[in-house]
T-cell receptor
Framework: DSGVTQTPKHLITATGQRVTLRCSPR?????VYWYQQSLDQGLQFLIQ???????AKGNILERFSAQQFPDLHSELNLSSLELGDSALYFC????????????????FGPGTRLTVL | GQQVMQIPQYQHVQEGEDFTTYCNSS?????IQWYKQRPGGHPVFLIQ?????EVKKQKRLTFQFGEAKKNSSLHITATQTTDVGTYFC?????????FGSGTKLNVKP
């Protein structure tokens, strides 16, 4: 158990809909990262938040948005869903602000599997 | 844009054989991390390398960071069925974090 929790575990929805994925980081971690993993694919970095502020943006679509709340949990909002958005969405957390800085390992949650029909 | 590639994409070995995956970045990385993802699981941090030419060992796993800090390798000696999974390298560039394409290892008992 990494200490990172994600809800829901599974989500099935239809095209055009909007969903919200939730992540609670490990206690004490200030950074939250969101990743998308399509079937048998690598991990695509979407966005990072540090202590409530957006820190870095990756290949995140305009239809997607995220935020980190004062209690440090984060939500990823996906709207106008398309079939191609079906994927595993991982949240990770780390202590520091700089991804990959010395000994700033990321702890991953179990993921949310999104299926768009 | 920044790319982190890994080869091979897939590797099937007989239990007891050695395994190596190679990671190549299009730009210099300040450090590199390795993660393992078991089937149906989430990525788990294995190790981080920071120095040019650094070599670290964890039991049967040997990690190496290239002199130019643009490539890295993970070598597993005498694979076991518990080594099954996808191995990712990852590193920071341009204030973002890039994961390699991963190498999926299958070990036949």
């Amino acid at each position: 158990d990494s200490g990172v929790t994600q809800t829901p575990k599974h989500l099935i929805t239809a095209t055009g809909q909007r969903v919200t994925l939730r992540c609670s980081p490990r206690s004490g971690d200030l950074s939250v990262y969101w990743y998308q993993q399509s079937l048998d694919q690598g991990l695509q970095f979407l966005i990072q938040y540090y202590n409530g502020e957006e820190r870095a943006k990756g290949n995140i679509l305009e239809r997607f948005s995220a935020q980190q709340f004062p209690d440090l949990h984060s939500e990823l909002n996906l709207s106008s869903l398309e079939l191609g958005d079906s994927a595993l969405y991982f949240c990770a957390s780390s202590v520091g602000i700089q991804p990959g800085s010395s000994y700033n390992e990321q702890f991953f949650g179990p993921g949310t599997r999104l299926t768009v029909l | 844009g920044q790319q982190v590639m890994q080869i091979p994409q897939y590797q099937h070995v007989q239990e007891g054989e050695d395994f190596t995956t190679y990671c190549n970045s299009s730009t210099t990385l300040s450090n590199i991390q390795w993660y393992k993802q078991r089937p149906g699981g989430h990525p788990v941090f294995l190790i981080q390398l920071v120095k040019s030419g650094e070599v670290k060992k964890q039991k049967r796993l040997t990690f190496q960071f290239g002199e130019a800090k643009k490539n890295s390798s993970l070598h597993i000696t005498a694979t076991q069925t518990t080594d099954v999974g996808t191995y990712f390298c990852a590193g920071p560039a341009f204030n973002k974090f890039y994961f390699g394409s991963g190498t999926k290892l299958n070990v036949k008992p």
